[in-house]
């Protein structure tokens, strides 16, 4: 099981806008990579260099964006391509706009998880019961996401594929998938973390065998 992370923007100057100090999809790729993503892609336009500048010393790579009237279905596909390039054995990537700043390590970490038990779900991740970013889209989904045209905007992109193809909502208490860079950090809601397991109840080993016993588990009298 591998997940990529496929950092989004649809501008250089988005990609580089500084946030706490580092250029926007250099934060983000460390967050990715703390989260468990690899490989991490960033597609956007760089005239100059200066993003793929931006990632050096990081764990991602840089790859140059599809032509823009291939709308962001395209770039998404696109990165997807990128990231499939990479490994062999790659299952799903997280769709990851680079507004969306805030998101946390462990939300990443507990994407993959998830993914781990459902592995060809979208998994949207929500605060709140509100679906962000980003989006764990597994490989199995990338025709779907080509068929896509071109003027549909990212929402209602994984909208669509939502409607088409098994999706799960995961509740992970994170404020940072739906509250992007325009939100300053003390502004942002509490990190509450998921109320659940993303992927599960985990049982303990040998709770099958009293069960099967007809004997109360471990915890109890």
């Known amino acids: 099981m591998t997940v990529a992370a496929v950092i989004l923007s649809a501008t250089a100057d988005g990609a580089l806008a500084q946030t706490l100090g580092q250029a926007r999809v250099r934060r983000l790729a460390d967050i990715a990579w703390s989260g468990g993503a690899l490989p ?10 200066s993003v793929a500048a931006s990632l050096t010393g990081s ?33 799903a990537v997280l769709l990851w706009p680079a507004r969306m700043v805030w998101v946390g390590p462990e939300t990443v970490t507990s994407l993959i998880e998830a993914h781990g038990v459902a592995r060809d779900a979208i998994l949207r991740p929500t605060w709140h019961g509100e679906p962000g970013w980003p ?4 490989v199995t989904a990338i025709e779907a996401l080509r068929a ?3 003027d549909v905007m990212p929402p209602a992109v994984v909208d669509r ?23 300053a950090q003390d502004d942002l809601p509490a990190y509450e973390g998921p109320p659940d397991p993303p992927a599960g109840h985990t049982h303990e080993w040998g709770d099958d065998v009293v069960s099967e016993a007809g004997l109360p588990p471990p915890d109890e009298p």
């Open 40 to 49: 991490i892609i960033v597609v956007s336009p760089d005239p100059d260099g």
């Open 59 to 91: 764990e991602a790579v840089y790859g140059t964006p599809a032509a823009p009237e291939s709308g962001p279905a395209g770039q998404m596909t696109r990165g997807v391509e990128l990231a499939a390039a990479e490994v062999r054995d790659l299952t």
């Open 135 to 138: 989006v764990l889209l597994p």
């Open 148 to 150: 896509t045209p071109p």
């Open 161 to 183: 594929l939502a409607a088409l193809l098994p999706t799960r909502e995961v509740e992970l208490g994170d404020p940072g998938v739906t509250h992007d860079v325009d939100t």
